[in-house]
Antibody
Framework: EVQLVESGGGLVKPGGSLRLSCAAS????????MTWVRQAPGKGLEWVSS????????YYADSVKGRFTISRDDAKNSLFLQVNSLRAEDTAVYHC???????????????WGQGTMVTVSS | DIQMTQSPSSLSASVGDRVTITCQAS??????LNWYQQKPGKAPKLLIY???NLETGLPSRFSGSGSGTDFTFTISSLQPEDFATYYC????????FGQGTRLEIK
């Protein structure tokens, strides 16, 4: 079964850090660009960051640039998001998602994880 | 940045109704437009890619059209499982989602 499972979320104080992980299974992870999308409670979807296969290209949303770092370990079929200098407005469910057609730049996301919740509060 | 404006933001309809949601881009995005369905507590699900292509295995009551700045998503005959929130998403320049359309039972 093709699957993405996120972990690493939690409650953190403003200014704190977390490392989010996304474990992939059921497909050849190294062939696909991957993306993080977040959703604040009761709000819509917000694209966060994308990474190409082989990590050659990386994009970030302006709202997280300089604070978040996306990476991948193809040997471990894993995607990561290091989130630093967290703010209250970063509170959200963070989903990882696979690009549908192995495209770059990213295009459509056909496989999504259920997400991991990040809560930033003092 | 490309802004995506969906309308309406919410919609009430009945089983069997034909429903249309529109998405307008702030600039020409060619056909680089996708549609997703999201149910409460669940991950989004890709329905339509490249403006008009139905994702494999999905029912033909879902359809999409448009190019440039104006796009439409249609459900030809609403089924009970279709009540959800729908999002458009552009990929002409980075990624932007519309604000969502909540489809509720009348």
């Amino acid at each position: 079964e093709v699957q993405l499972v996120e972990s690493g979320g939690g409650l953190v104080k403003p200014g704190g850090s977390l490392r989010l992980s996304c474990a992939a299974s059921g497909f050849t992870f190294s062939n696909y660009a991957m993306t993080w999308v977040r959703q604040a409670p009761g709000k819509g979807l917000e694209w966060v960051s994308s990474i190409s296969h082989s990590s050659t290209y990386i994009y970030y949303a302006d709202s997280v640039k300089g604070r978040f770092t996306i990476s991948r370990d193809d040997a471990k079929n894993s995607l990561f998001l290091q989130v630093n200098s967290l703010r209250a407005e970063d509170t959200a469910v963070y989903h990882c998602a696979r690009d549908r057609g192995n495209n770059w730049p990213p295009a459509a996301f056909d496989i999504w994880g259920q997400g991991t919740m990040v809560t930033v509060s003092s | 940045d490309i802004q995506m404006t969906q309308s309406p933001s919410s919609l009430s309809a009945s089983v069997g109704d034909r429903v249309t949601i529109t998405c307008q881009a702030s600039q020409n995005i060619r056909n680089y437009l996708n549609w997703y369905q999201q149910k409460p507590g669940k991950a989004p699900k890709l329905l339509i890619y490249d403006a008009s292509n139905l994702e494999t295995g999905l029912p033909s009551r879902f359809s999409g059209s448009g190019s440039g700045t104006d796009f439409t998503f249609t459900i030809s005959s609403l089924q009970p499982e279709d009540f959800a929130t729908y999002y458009c998403q552009q990929y002409d320049n980075l990624i932007t989602f519309g604000q969502g359309t909540r489809l509720e039972i009348k």
